[in-house]
């Protein structure tokens, strides 16, 4: 009976994001992504001419600023999402998540379900962004994004399980990824935790944990970046 009403509950929920819509099923999150968007002349001029995009955001990574433009170039099932930075009419910086996660073998068959820009050390940007597998819904990606040496870069990476990324009151970041023990995918997890500060430019571990209470998952997908303020 309480496998029954876990079920039904997964029927009802839909889950909303910036980019993208997952709607639970007893399969997993069936993932469809927001329809593209229409973009200026010269921003499609810097861009693949079959480039689906998928977010533009004006940032501040660098003092004169930039724009972050998610972009795709694959189909429905294999999305192929690019994080380029577009600056003075050209493109700056440009990473497809498939040569990013290439030993993983991961990158191309997510979409981008939610991204943002948050401060760090001495009231510097970084760009945060989450992307979620088209398959069962299950895998989160994130990409952070920041300057170094005048160049944008990819200052930290990672695979997770239905993860979240948390930016703490403190400066600390987290990382909180499911186990993956639970009785079913989209059953309660629980949750490995890293956390991070910031060296040289990019995030460090300097601590782990795991919680002693299983969570829900859904949630914690549904939500993968966590600003405290």
Not at 21 to 42: D, N
Not at 53 to 81: C, H, K, W
Not at 166 to 182: F, I, P, S, T, Y
């Amino acid at each position: 009976m309480k496998r029954l009403s876990f079920i039904l509950m997964l029927l009802a929920i839909v889950c909303p994001g910036w980019a993208q819509q997952a709607t639970m099923t007893p399969m997993g999150a069936v993932v469809t992504p927001h329809s593209p968007l229409q973009v200026s002349k010269e921003l499609r001029s810097v861009l693949p001419k079959n480039a689906a995009v998928r977010l533009v955001q004006p940032t501040s990574m660098a003092e004169d600023g930039e724009e972050a433009v998610i972009y795709e170039t694959g189909d429905r099932f294999e999305p192929n999402p690019h994080l380029a930075v577009v600056k003075n009419g050209s493109r700056a910086a440009d990473f497809s998540l498939a040569d990013l996660f290439q030993q993983d073998g991961a990158g191309d068959n997510y979409t981008l379900f939610k991204a943002s820009e948050f401060e760090w050390g001495d009231k510097k940007k970084a760009f945060i962004a989450a992307f979620r597998s088209i398959g069962d819904g299950a895998g989160t990606i994130f990409v952070l994004l920041n300057v170094r040496d005048h160049r944008y870069v990819v200052a930290w990476k990672k695979e997770t399980t239905q993860g979240r990324f948390k930016v703490l009151r403190n400066g600390q970041l987290q990382v909180w990824d499911a186990d993956g023990e639970g009785q079913c995918v989209w059953c309660p997890q629980h949750y490995k935790v890293s956390t991070f500060e910031w060296k040289d430019g990019s995030p460090a571990v300097v601590g782990r944990f795991t919680t002693k209470h299983a969570l829900d998952p859904v949630s914690m997908s549904d939500n993968p970046i966590a600003i405290e303020k």
